[in-house]
Structure formats: C-alpha cells, structure tokens
C-alpha cells in the first residue's frame, strides 16, 4: 500500500473517531485496562498459504494490552530451525514482530473499528 493511502486511511479513521465520541450521562462503572498474553508452538509458519517453514517447530508468542477501546499487541515468530532456502539463514531465527494498534467501540446498533498494523 502506498503512503498517501495509508495517510489518508489513518486521518479518515482518526477523524471517525473524533467525530463519534458520545457524552454518558448515566453513572457507569468505569472501564478497566485488561491484557493477555500467549505462547503458540506450532508445526509450521504458514502466511497467507505461503508455507514459511520447514521441518522445525514455530513458536509465536503474543501480548496485547487493552483500555477504552483502544488495543495494542505485540506479536512475533521464532523458527526453531529456519531452511537455508526460504531465508538465507539457517538456525533458529526471530524473523517477525508486529506491532498492532487498534480502536473500536459501538454507537447504537452499528460497530466500528479502526487498526493499523
């Protein structure tokens, strides 16, 4: 995706947001941070039917912290013994991190969300 693209997507989202925050008048209990965190060990790394490993076990641990409908996580891939041929390298290798920012709630009946990755 290009720049102006990703810009424009990210002040549309922004100005969404902006544009939707509603007063509460009602006495609610207020909303308190959550988080979680995982570890997955699997078989093989597989993006979008591109198998990215091979013969060697994947470990993809994950973290993601959560207030107010704003959202954060952090994720990664550790190929336990990365082929010569997919990378370049053999070994074990940390060859992913992503980082997810996220924004979401409801207004009415109608959901949104906005994220950026």
């Not at 959550?34 to 993006?47: A, F, I, N, P, R």
């Not at 470990?59 to 013994?81: E, H, V």
């Not at 053999?90 to 709630?105: H, I, K, P, R, V």
């Amino acid at each position: 995706m290009n720049r102006t693209v990703t810009t424009t997507a990210v002040i549309a989202a922004t100005l969404l947001m902006l544009g939707t925050h509603t007063p509460v008048f009602c006495a609610e209990e207020a909303e308190k941070p959550s988080g979680s965190m995982s570890v997955s060990m699997l078989s093989k790394y597989v993006w979008r039917g591109y198998e990215l490993s091979k013969d060697s076990i994947v470990i993809q641990p994950s973290i993601t912290a959560s207030y107010m409908g704003f959202g954060i996580n952090l994720w990664g891939n550790l190929d336990t013994d990365q082929d010569m041929d997919l990378f370049g390298e053999e070994g074990a290798n940390w060859n992913e991190t992503d980082l997810t920012l996220s924004y979401g709630g409801s207004l009415g009946m109608v959901n949104y969300a906005a994220g950026y990755i």
